[in-house]
T-cell receptor, first 116, second 116 residues
Framework: AQKVTQAQTEISVVEKEDVTLDCVYE???????LFWYKQPPSGELVFLIR??????QNEISGRYSWNFQKSTSSFNFTITASQVVDSAVYFC?????????????FGKGMKLTVNP | NAGVTQTPKFRILKIGQSMTLQCTQD?????MYWYRQDPGMGLKLIYY???????DKGEVPNGYNVSRSTTEDFPLRLELAAPSQTSVYFC???????????????FGPGTRLTVT
């Protein structure tokens, strides 16, 4: 069975602070994909990143960076110099694309509040 | 491209009533999904479809039905609404080559359903 755990449920920071969102996953599949989605207060889900299990390179996109470590089954997300617009619920998700089913298993989400 | 569109945005149902949530995508994606999101929880998969005429159950299918007669449309039917079906419903779509690649899912804006 696949499982995604986001242990932090809510974090509050002050603008310009760095913040890391933790994600730990469980799967028996050797080929899998990890995702992060953002859900701002308006409610829509915004795709942030996709990473496959064979690519452990860290990725940086502007103020966002992701650290994938297979040894600890973690895919953590860091926001550098946070801004008020980063306030949202962030979801980590896992997909094992065996047979093309591609079902996403989501964590429960982590609510980030960035205060001015 | 409009992406994934859902109607209605909001709906209040009485217990025992039926309704259909509409979902349409214009990205020519072969895969489509229905999720529900309960407060403080991640998204849970209700049903999914890998192509027109093919559907399968997700994690929480009870009380729902789907059909996929075209690539674009994937309606979700609630037959006898119950208070436990009060939730926000998201439709999503993605492309798959049917092998081991899992691409990001694009989500609609959601339908907020209340059953009283």
């Amino acid at each position: 069975a696949q499982k995604v755990t986001q242990a932090q449920t809510e974090i509050s920071v002050v603008e310009k602070e760095d913040v890391t969102l933790d994600c730990v996953y469980e799967t028996r599949d050797t080929t899998y994909y990890l995702f992060w989605y953002k859900q701002p207060p308006s409610g829509e889900l915004v795709f942030l990143i996709r990473r496959n299990s064979f690519d452990e390179q860290n990725e940086i996109s502007g103020r966002y960076s992701w650290n994938f470590q297979k040894s600890t089954s973690s895919f953590n997300f860091t926001i550098t110099a946070s801004q008020v617009v980063d306030s949202a619920v962030y979801f980590c998700a896992l997909s094992a694309a065996l047979g093309g089913s591609e079902k996403l298993v989501f964590g429960k989400g982590m609510k980030l509040t960035v205060n001015p | 491209n409009a992406g994934v569109t859902q109607t209605p945005k909001f709906r209040i149902l009485k217990i025992g009533q039926s309704m259909t949530l509409q979902c349409t995508q214009d990205m020519n994606h072969n895969y489509m999904y229905w999720y529900r999101q309960d407060p403080g929880m991640g998204l849970k998969l209700i049903y999914y479809s890998v192509g027109a005429g093919i559907t399968d159950k997700g994690e929480v299918p009870n009380g729902y039905n789907v059909s996929r007669s075209t690539t674009e449309d994937f309606p979700l039917r609630l037959e006898l609404a119950a208070p436990s079906q009060t939730s926000v419903y998201f439709c999503a779509s993605s492309y798959s080559n049917g092998y081991t690649n899992s691409y990001e899912q694009y989500f609609g804006p959601g339908t907020r359903l209340t059953v009283t």
